[in-house]
């Protein structure tokens, strides 16, 4: 009696742990996108410094994450939905291959313009080889997105000419081009710029 009465306990208090817990690992991430923003140097994120700034101790850190890894995949998956890069599901399964560039070149400009700090992230990964890591597998996933629209737009095409079409719209997509061509201009016009070049990258491999 006493055994079940201790497991009806438990049953009715893991809701309670479980949504304590989630609301920790909220309130960590947060605490760790605003630190990325506001530090002057990658070495200034460590699990001592998102701890201080959540308000929880190291041990919880380790308890929610593991790592510090796995707290930096975690922290670049949420700037991935806050960024809508969940739309890039959408631009995929547009048929047309040029409309789905499009889509993607659009994607990945609202998330370089709406998250700074990934773009500094991308300048910084040398010196942190964790996040070195991770970025460059973030980094792969959208040179693999790319090679399939290629794929799609021009099967019968080289080899040689599909890697030159891939590595061109990796270029046109990566988070350096949009700075160098913010300066003086709106996002919309930057994006509207970087999409009429990757189309025009896309249609030559078609048209070749």
């Known amino acids: 009696m006493a055994n079940e009465a201790q497991r009806t306990k438990r049953r009715y208090h893991s809701p309670v742990r479980q949504a304590a817990a989630a609301e920790t690992r909220e309130r960590v991430l947060d605490a760790a996108i605003r630190l990325l923003r506001d530090i002057d140097g990658i070495a200034g994120f460590t699990l001592d410094a998102v701890a201080k700034a959540a308000g929880v101790t190291r041990l919880t850190l380790y308890n929610q994450f593991g790592s510090r890894l796995s707290l930096i995949e975690a ?3 949420r700037i991935a939905d806050l960024g809508g890069l969940a739309g890039l599901q959408g631009a995929m399964a547009e048929p047309e291959p040029e409309r789905a560039l499009g889509d993607v070149v659009r994607v990945f400009c609202d998330f370089w313009a709406s998250h700074p700090s990934v773009q500094r992230l991308n300048d910084t990964i040398v010196l942190d080889p964790e996040i070195e890591r991770s970025v460059a597998a973030r980094h792969e996933r959208r040179r693999r997105l790319l090679g399939t629209i290629v794929d799609r737009a021009a099967p019968a095409a080289s080899a040689d000419a599909k890697r030159d079409a891939i590595d061109l719209l990796f270029l046109l997509t990566a988070p350096q ?4 061509l913010a300066p003086g201009r709106e996002t919309k016009d930057v994006c509207e710029l970087l999409s009429r070049a990757a ?5 030559r491999l078609t048209h070749a």
């Not at 189309?199 to 249609?203: F, N």
């Open 75 to 77: 922290v670049f998956d």
């Open 177 to 180: 081009t949009f700075r160098a």
């Open 199 to 203: 189309l025009d990258a896309l249609r």
